[in-house]
């Protein structure tokens, strides 16, 4: 199998070194998709920070690498920015700079717990390798290995849970999704498509219907867009005609991804989601939630305790721009909604499929760092 069946068509974020061997990352602009493919290049920990808060960058996998990826790049451009003015920098310095950072990516976006998880990776890093006082130059380089771990691993996960997945999908079905869980919100081939992907591969004949996804519309503009750069037949639906389609018998099966799963298997993901596995379960069709580890939060015992992002009321109040709603009409936004664990059929990890007790058996997964 070559390195390609790992991999989609699109690239979220990315390491480069300059010429000059100055560190960037590398991230394609979600929020101009798909209208227009633009690459842009961070130099500062800011710019991290003010790209995954403005969702050009999104989805719990991609948020959290690309946030491992601004700690290091913190720590790389300290660094440069102290040789430039041949001042020192020594390691507790550098120490206390990672952790800045680190509670900065973490003020961006309260609910993908995989951002939590990968700066407290890169903070354990940082200390495991402070113990062993080296110079600051191979610290910088160790942190830019882990980041490049994490993206690595999430590669791989990805794939192991599109195989999983893949096993729950029949030649010939039709299949829901909500949001974007593709590969666009990952490095890898993503979450809930990665089993849609793995299935098309193997050569299932596969429909895939795509709710809209109000009010930011990842589903009409990036799984569409991402689907179609994978060849992959698809529907465009706005979310409220789901339930219409699950009464008429079309759909086989439902795969989401997540944000954030509690202990008991209560799961936070894109705002829509509850909605969804409420009609699914009064038409008994099978909802299957495809995530890493990472996105797995075991110091939570269940969904009431994760934190909901609320977001502008401009995402609703307007479509690019352009108002759809009367001046100063009151909005709510929450971005994300929590669905009960009875509603979901399977948790699907890199580690296997995870069926109900969730409490139980999310445990056994051994999902500490
Ligand atoms: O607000 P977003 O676009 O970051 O929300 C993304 C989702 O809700 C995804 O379904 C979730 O992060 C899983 S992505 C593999």
Redesign the pocket.
């Known amino acids: 199998m070559d390195d390609s069946f790992f991999h989609s068509q699109v690239r979220t974020v990315w390491w480069e070194e300059e010429a000059d061997g100055r560190a960037q990352i590398a991230l394609l602009d979600q929020s101009l998709l798909p209208q227009q493919v633009v690459i842009m290049h961070l130099q500062h920990e800011q710019q991290v920070a003010d790209a995954i808060a403005s969702?050009k960058v999104?989805?719990?996998?991609a948020?959290g690498v690309t946030a491992a990826f601004g700690v290091a790049l913190a720590a790389a451009r300290l660094l440069a920015e102290r040789q430039a003015g041949q001042r020192e920098l020594t390691q507790s310095e550098l120490s206390e700079h990672v952790y800045e950072v680190g509670q900065l990516l973490c003020r961006t976006?309260p609910t993908?717990v995989n951002l939590f998880w990968a700066t407290e990776r890169m903070q354990r890093c940082m200390q495991r390798a402070a113990r062993r006082s080296m110079p600051v130059q191979q610290l910088v380089d160790l942190l830019q290995e882990e980041a490049q771990a994490i993206a690595a691993e999430d590669v791989q996960a990805c794939w192991q849970m599109g195989m999983y997945g893949a096993e729950l999908i029949a030649d010939g079905d039709t299949l829901l999704t909500?949001?974007?869980?593709g590969a666009l919100?990952?490095t890898g081939i993503?979450?809930?498509l990665a089993p849609i992907y793995v299935a098309a591969r193997s050569g299932k004949n596969l429909h895939v219907l795509v709710d809209e996804t109000r009010p930011?519309l990842?589903g009409a503009r990036l799984t569409a867009w991402e689907l179609q750069q994978e060849g992959i037949p698809l529907t465009l639906i706005t979310d409220n005609m789901a339930g219409h389609f699950m009464r008429q018998g079309n759909i086989r099966s439902i795969f989401?991804?997540?944000?954030r799963i509690a202990a008991n298997g209560d799961v936070a993901?894109?705002i829509g989601t509850y909605s969804l596995a409420v009609l699914a379960h009064a038409h008994q069709i099978p909802l299957y939630v495809v995530?890493p580890c990472s996105t797995i939060d075991l110091s939570l015992p269940s969904g009431d305790q994760i934190p909901i992002e609320q977001r502008k009321p401009e995402e609703v109040t307007t479509l690019y721009g352009t108002p759809i709603a009367p001046a100063g009409v009151a909005v709510a936004n929450p971005?994300?909604d929590v669905t009960p664990h009875p509603y979901i059929s399977a948790i699907i990890t890199e580690k296997g499929i995870v069926r109900p007790p969730y409490r139980e058996n999310l445990r056994e997964l051994d999902t500490e760092l």
């Open positions: 969702l999104r989805g719990a996998p948020i976006r993908a909500h949001c974007n869980a919100a990952a993503g979450t809930a930011v990842q989401v991804g997540a944000d993901n894109k995530a971005a994300f």
